[in-house]
């Protein structure tokens, strides 16, 4: 979620051996609950809402817009592929939500930094570092 209304995703599919050009999208938060009834979804949230917060514009700003803005200016290619952790393009959507973390908090230590490997989305939990660890508050 980069806000109340928008989730920013890369959803994937076939292809994502070999890349899948322009992964990265906006949807509302209301069309990406309707598109994902179907699937269990783990609820996180981090114990500290500015670093969340910090972390949601990150993301919207690198991998959807920069300037902040509702069209989309920045298009990656969804690739899994334990790529340089430091790399933007390509990428995929657990990376996507590490380096908001890593990158977006400013000075603060939040997440221990996962080199090059491929980030497996349920180990997400296990990246963040006290006091910034997240909370599981369901499945749904």
């Avoid at 908090?105 to 997440?111: A, L, P, Q």
Wanted: glycine residues 6%; aromatic residues 16%.
């Amino acid at each position: 979620m980069t806000s109340d209304y928008w989730v920013l995703e890369m959803p994937g599919g076939p292809g994502y051996l070999t890349g899948i050009p322009n992964n990265n999208r906006q949807v509302p938060k209301d069309q990406w609950f309707d598109e994902h009834a179907s699937d269990w979804t783990t609820v996180y949230r981090n114990r500290d809402s500015s670093v969340a917060t910090q972390a949601a514009r990150w993301a919207d700003r690198n991998y959807y817009s920069p300037s902040g803005s509702a069209t989309k200016s920045i298009h990656v290619t969804y690739r899994l592929y334990p790529t340089a952790f430091r790399s933007f393009n390509p990428s995929y959507c657990s990376k996507l939500v590490l380096q908001a973390f890593f990158y977006g908090t400013g000075s603060k230590n939040v997440i221990r930094d996962p080199k090059s490997t491929l980030i497996i989305p349920s180990t997400i939990p296990t990246y963040f570092l006290a006091p910034y660890t997240l909370v599981n508050k369901g499945k749904f």
